[in-house]
């Protein structure tokens, strides 16, 4: 497995929550291609992960996937473009299910996350990879902004300080007038502290995070965006598996949902 550096290290970890729960909770989330990608790495699933952070992951891609596809199903002609796209494999998830469409699919990233995505996923039909810096949205030249675009931030912002976020959703309005933005955020400081707590602990001290929202509502104003919705992580989860997964888990889960601790943010211009 390749070692990177700082944030771009952080592409694994969700991928390995992904594994975790397809191969024990597959009837609420079930993804074959980091089935697929996992075999690969012969270091296996992360040692020492907690069965709550890796359903912490599956529910944020699990409630993103649906919000993806209601997108697609009310725009039809439309992107998809996917910023920090690491070992994402939405692509696969939405078109094993949908099939390809008429959609476009983007992802961008550093420079050494593609390459190293390009290595596990190869050339695929209808979506484009960029090498680049999301925030400097040089990328967009290479995307039809005159269409119906929903831009996808799983797992990045929190690495990234307000002031940055806030300035960058400003610009991709100008870029986008038909966009709309979902991305993921805890709510509270002690929420980052935990996770940072876990990025430590999992041996990457240089990938801190810094940003957290007390509301969507408040932070909309502050983006002159508007807010779809906001989504609690563990909903779904917590009506199927109930009975499956350990009790240290179903707490946590019932606790971020009661105090809305973990958000998926879904904005629009």
């Not at 993806?68 to 070992?87: A, P, T």
């Not at 992802?107 to 979506?127: A, N, S, T």
């Amino acid at each position: 497995m390749e070692k990177l550096d700082g944030v771009a290290n952080t592409l694994y970890v969700p991928l390995y929550g992904r594994i975790y729960v397809s191969k024990k909770f597959p009837e609420y989330f079930y993804d074959e291609k980091a089935l697929k990608i996992g075999e690969k790495f012969t270091s296996g699933i992360s040692k020492g992960s907690f069965e709550y952070t890796n359903m912490a992951y599956a529910a944020r891609y699990y409630n993103m996937d649906k919000i993806i596809i209601k997108f697609i199903e009310e725009h039809k002609i439309c992107n998809i473009v996917l910023l920090g796209i690491g070992l994402e494999t939405a692509y696969d998830r939405i078109i094993q299910k949908y099939g390809l469409g008429e959609v476009n699919y983007y992802g961008i990233d550093l420079p050494e996350v593609i390459k190293i995505r390009k290595k596990y996923f190869g050339e695929r039909e209808q979506e484009t990879l960029i090498a680049g810096d999301m925030f400097e949205i040089e990328w967009k030249e290479q995307i039809d902004t005159s269409i119906p675009t929903l831009l996808i931030v799983s797992g990045v912002f929190q690495y990234f300080f307000e002031d940055k976020i806030i300035k960058f959703i400003k610009k991709l309005k100008e870029v986008f007038p038909y966009g709309e933005l979902i991305f993921d955020t805890t709510t509270r400081k002690s929420g980052l502290k935990f996770a940072n707590w876990f990025i430590k602990k999992t041996g990457n001290p240089k990938a801190l995070m810094y940003f957290y929202i007390e509301d969507g509502m408040s932070f909309s104003k502050k983006t002159d965006t508007i807010l779809v919705e906001e989504l609690t992580f563990f909903t779904d989860a917590r009506e199927l598996l109930r009975k499956k997964v350990n009790f240290i888990t179903k707490l946590f889960m019932k606790i971020a949902d009661r105090k809305k601790m973990s958000l998926i943010i879904h904005l629009k211009w």
